[in-house]
């Protein structure tokens, strides 16, 4: 893939064709990875439209000793035509020169990299456009390895829209429209920005020397880890129109930062965002505290905030407080790991999301939970997730988060934690005895209703029992129930055992507007029902997906079906075989048959009726009488006391501690 041009002249004099502009380019290029090889000197001239075009998405590297000179067209009636290189992919200008100019235009569009090369670039720019001149309209500023530019001095990057837009300025505050000059040289720029001054292979071992800045600060870019070390970052500088990263406390671009926090941390933000992530990742981490103060006197309310995320932060074991007008954490991917953070905005009577904690694409946490407030909970609206106080509005206090053991289980939409395991009746709409012991994996419910009424999102908020422990079992005593009213009564991704001497009636959404919801069981797993007694229903499927066992237990399960899907119905999308049941069988409705079908080059199983169709009716299972209880011969069981994983005990089951064993082969629960 590689266009060698040796001591080459290409002048195109073609008339731009509306039908057909390109044939009027010196160079157009749709090849993703294209290498264009400079041998001496070459010139491309277009007389009529632009020198290069590279195509969208597609990437180009200019590399080799000589030389290139690009025209691009200083005559074409249309403006537009008027540039030297058009780019709507990635170009790498690597150890050349290149020179390249267009009447209105020299580099716009795309992502660039300049890599030890040297580079003439000249657009002579439109009066009352700022986004035309010298280099304009990048979709991200461009990346220097080796090289810096020279001149025009004291020109700056200044980005229109807040993605995707970057223009070349002056000193004088306008479009660059002369020549600029990039040149070799020993300083590398690097993607971000500490109180208004950019972070470069010049002042990264010792980022004190910037106005505002004072303690430890550093910055080490073979691990993209900046040090922050009983640190204060102070930002007083002035909001320039549209530059508005020159007034962060800190300007990421880096992907893949890591923010090492050693002792007390301040970064503070007079008149705008106190840490802003504009793209790519930070992680913060290490033994020490930050805390981040962003404006609260700004005249634009999106500047008011402590942390503004426009791609992934992760929290990792440290201490972060953040703080702004309107927001203390917004939007981005967020995830929080066994670390202790508290964040506070006041919201805004223009966005009723806005607040502490709001907007996010994405939340996580990790051995850490939500401490205060209480009763706090997310709401998922317009694709995105903010955090709800009891009063259902934003919260706009303080919300901490701290260090806790938490499990993978989540009762009425909240997870389950060390704090709270030996009560989940505290949880609002559980009733009755519910409690978790780690240990053995084992949820209790005794005589237990469960109830949520959250709309159902991706992370199982709305469903009664979400569930992602391996080899957990629900210990049924008395009569439970568990409802939700708009996501599925209970959501299973591990292995997952119903047992006990009680029954548990689980209820689906019947009335969620997304059918995919209105589910009794969803097993994203494998679950076995042992010896209770089990109903399940919703409002389209009963029992959905997954491998199940039906272990001498009584079953029933309703689920309503859809036009839209032939297959939903009380019991079906089974993976790949039919149910093991062992000790009963299928009473109602008589006739039922398993059905096999195929999806996605998948086997999949429904329960059908008599009529061919898949069954919308109760479905009953109850105990075989005829089966044998027990067998007279089983050589597969292991005689003897087993603990869940598999280790033998000594004694008798009498003289064990509260749990769940496994004795001569069959799961057995001690009270």
Same mark, same amino acid.
């Given at each position: 893939?590689?266009?060698?041009?040796?001591?080459?002249?290409?002048?195109?004099?073609?008339?731009?064709?509306?039908?057909?502009?390109?044939?009027?380019?010196?160079?157009?290029?749709?090849?993703?990875?294209?290498?264009?090889?400079?041998?001496?000197?070459?010139?491309?001239?277009?007389?009529?439209?632009?020198?290069?075009?590279?195509?969208?998405?597609?990437?180009?590297?200019?590399?080799?000793?000589?030389?290139?000179?690009?025209? /691009?067209?200083?005559?074409?009636? %249309? =403006? !537009?035509?008027?540039?030297?290189? +058009?780019?709507?992919?990635?170009? *790498?200008? @690597?150890?050349?020169?290149?020179?390249?100019?267009?009447?209105?235009?020299?580099?716009?569009?795309?992502?660039?990299?300049?890599?030890?090369?040297?580079?003439?670039?000249?657009?002579?720019?439109?009066?009352?456009?700022?986004?035309?001149?010298?280099?304009?309209?990048?979709?991200?500023?461009?990346?220097?390895?080796?090289?810096?530019?020279?001149?025009?001095?004291?020109?700056?990057?200044?980005?229109?829209?807040?993605?995707?837009?970057?223009?070349?300025?002056?000193?004088?505050?306008?479009?660059?429209?002369?020549?600029?000059?990039?040149?070799?040289?020993?300083?590398?720029?690097?993607?971000?920005?500490?109180?208004?001054?950019?972070?470069?292979?010049?002042?990264?071992?010792?980022?004190?020397?910037?106005? /505002?800045?004072?303690?430890?600060? %550093? =910055? !080490?870019?073979?691990?993209?880890? +900046?040090?922050?070390?009983?640190? *204060?970052? @102070?930002?007083?500088?002035?909001?320039?129109?549209?530059?508005?990263?020159?007034?962060?406390?800190?300007?990421?671009?880096?992907?893949?930062?890591?923010?090492?926090?050693?002792?007390?941390?301040?970064?503070?933000?007079?008149?705008?965002?106190?840490?802003?992530?504009?793209?790519?990742?930070?992680?913060?981490?290490?033994?020490?505290?930050?805390?981040?103060?962003?404006?609260?006197?700004?005249?634009?309310?999106?500047?008011?905030?402590?942390?503004?995320?426009?791609?992934?932060?992760?929290?990792?074991?440290?201490?972060?407080?953040?703080?702004?007008?309107?927001?203390?954490?917004?939007?981005?991917?967020?995830?929080?790991?066994?670390?202790?953070?508290?964040?506070?905005?006041?919201?805004?009577?223009?966005?009723?999301?806005?607040?502490?904690?709001?907007?996010?694409?994405?939340?996580?946490?990790?051995?850490?939970?939500?401490? *205060?407030?209480?009763?706090?909970?997310?709401?998922?609206?317009?694709?995105?997730?903010?955090?709800?106080?009891?009063?259902?509005?934003?919260?706009?206090?303080?919300?901490?988060?701290?260090?806790?053991?938490?499990?993978?289980?989540?009762?009425?939409?909240?997870?389950?934690?060390?704090?709270?395991?030996?009560?989940?009746?505290?949880?609002?709409?559980?009733?009755?005895?519910?409690?978790?012991?780690?240990?053995?994996?084992?949820?209790?419910?005794?005589?237990?209703?469960?109830?949520?009424?959250?709309?159902?999102?991706?992370?199982?908020?709305?469903?009664?029992?979400?569930?992602?422990?391996?080899?957990?079992?629900?210990?049924?005593?008395?009569?439970?129930?568990?409802?939700?009213?708009?996501?599925?009564?209970?959501?299973?991704?591990?292995?997952?055992?119903?047992?006990?001497?009680?029954?548990?009636?689980?209820?689906?959404?019947?009335?969620?507007?997304?059918?995919?919801?209105?589910?009794?069981?969803?097993?994203?797993?494998?679950?076995?029902?042992?010896?209770?007694?089990?109903?399940?229903?919703?409002?389209?499927?009963?029992?959905?997906?997954?491998?199940?066992?039906?272990?001498?237990?009584?079953?029933?399960?309703?689920?309503?079906?859809?036009?839209?899907?032939?297959?939903?119905?009380?019991?079906?999308?089974?993976?790949?075989?039919?149910?093991?049941?062992?000790?009963?069988?299928?009473?109602?409705?008589?006739?039922?048959?398993?059905?096999?079908?195929?999806?996605?080059?998948?086997?999949?199983?429904?329960?059908?009726?008599?009529?061919?169709?898949?069954?919308?009716?109760?479905?009953?299972?109850?105990?075989?009488?005829?089966?044998?209880?027990?067998?007279?011969?089983?050589?597969?069981?292991?005689?003897?006391?087993?603990?869940?994983?598999?280790?033998?005990?000594?004694?008798?089951?009498?003289?064990?501690?509260?749990?769940?064993?496994?004795?001569?082969?069959?799961?057995?629960?001690?009270?």
């Amino acid at each position: 893939k590689t266009l060698i041009l040796d001591n080459a002249t290409i002048h195109n004099t073609a008339e731009v064709e509306e039908s057909d502009r390109f044939k009027s380019i010196g160079i157009v290029t749709r090849i993703n990875g294209l290498t264009i090889r400079l041998v001496g000197n070459n010139t491309i001239t277009a007389e009529k439209n632009g020198g290069i075009s590279n195509s969208f998405e597609d990437t180009l590297t200019i590399m080799g000793e000589g030389k290139l000179t690009v025209n /691009g067209s200083t005559t074409a009636s %249309n =403006y !537009d035509y008027q540039k030297g290189i +058009l780019n709507e992919g990635t170009i *790498t200008v @690597s150890g050349c020169t290149l020179e390249a100019s267009g009447g209105v235009c020299g580099l716009v569009g795309g992502f660039w990299k300049f890599d030890r090369c040297t580079v003439r670039v000249k657009g002579d720019g439109r009066s009352n456009d700022r986004y035309t001149g010298s280099i304009v309209s990048l979709w991200g500023k461009p990346e220097f390895t080796d090289c810096a530019i020279t001149t025009p001095e004291g020109a700056y990057w200044k980005n229109h829209y807040g993605i995707g837009d970057y223009c070349l300025y002056g000193a004088d505050g306008k479009p660059v429209t002369d020549w600029v000059t990039i040149e070799k040289s020993a300083v590398t720029i690097y993607n971000f920005k500490i109180a208004g001054t950019q972070v470069t292979s010049a002042n990264c071992n010792d980022l004190s020397v910037i106005d /505002g800045v004072s303690g430890k600060v %550093n =910055y !080490d870019h073979a691990t993209k880890t +900046l040090t922050l070390d009983n640190a *204060t970052i @102070s930002n007083k500088n002035t909001v320039d129109e549209d530059d508005w990263e020159k007034v962060a406390g800190i300007f990421n671009e880096v992907n893949g930062l890591t923010i090492r926090l050693v002792g007390n941390n301040t970064i503070t933000s007079e008149k705008s965002i106190g840490v802003w992530n504009y793209c790519g990742t930070i992680t913060f981490t290490g033994a020490g505290k930050l805390v981040v103060n962003g404006s609260t006197t700004s005249s634009e309310d999106w500047s008011k905030v402590g942390i503004l995320n426009d791609g992934g932060i992760i929290v990792n074991g440290c201490t972060l407080e953040a703080s702004g007008g309107v927001c203390g954490l917004a939007r981005g991917g967020w995830k929080f790991d066994r670390c202790t953070v508290r964040a506070k905005g006041g919201g805004s009577s223009d966005n009723e999301y806005a607040g502490s904690i709001g907007v996010l694409s994405m939340y996580q946490f990790s051995g850490c939970a939500i401490a *205060t407030p209480k009763g706090a909970y997310w709401e998922y609206k317009d694709a995105h997730y903010s955090l709800f106080g009891k009063d259902n509005k934003v919260i706009t206090d303080w919300v901490t988060i701290e260090p806790i053991e938490d499990y993978e289980l989540w009762i009425a939409g909240t997870k389950l934690t060390l704090a709270n395991c030996n009560d989940l009746s505290a949880i609002d709409g559980v009733s009755g005895t519910v409690k978790y012991d780690n240990n053995t994996k084992t949820l209790t419910l005794d005589n237990a209703t469960i109830e949520n009424t959250i709309e159902d999102d991706r992370k199982g908020r709305g469903s009664g029992i979400y569930n992602q422990i391996e080899g957990l079992t629900i210990h049924l005593i008395g009569n439970n129930t568990i409802t939700a009213e708009k996501g599925m009564g209970v959501w299973n991704f591990k292995t997952l055992s119903f047992m006990g001497d009680g029954k548990l009636v689980v209820k689906g959404s019947t009335t969620s507007s997304d059918i995919s919801r209105q589910k009794g069981i969803f097993n994203y797993g494998s679950i076995t029902v042992s010896d209770c007694t089990l109903e399940a229903s919703g409002g389209v499927y009963g029992l959905v997906s997954g491998y199940w066992t039906f272990d001498r237990c009584t079953v029933r399960a309703k689920g309503g079906g859809s036009s839209d899907d032939e297959y939903a119905g009380s019991i079906a999308w089974f993976w790949h075989k039919k149910p093991e049941l062992n000790g009963c069988e299928i009473i109602a409705p008589t006739g039922a048959k398993w059905k096999e079908f195929q999806s996605n080059n998948n086997s999949y199983y429904s329960l059908f009726g008599t009529d061919n169709k898949v069954i919308t009716d109760w479905v009953t299972i109850t105990p075989d009488p005829n089966a044998i209880e027990t067998p007279t011969a089983d050589t597969t069981a292991k005689q003897g006391i087993y603990s869940l994983s598999g280790v033998r005990l000594q004694g008798e089951l009498n003289n064990l501690p509260k749990g769940v064993y496994i004795v001569n082969g069959r799961k057995v629960v001690k009270k």
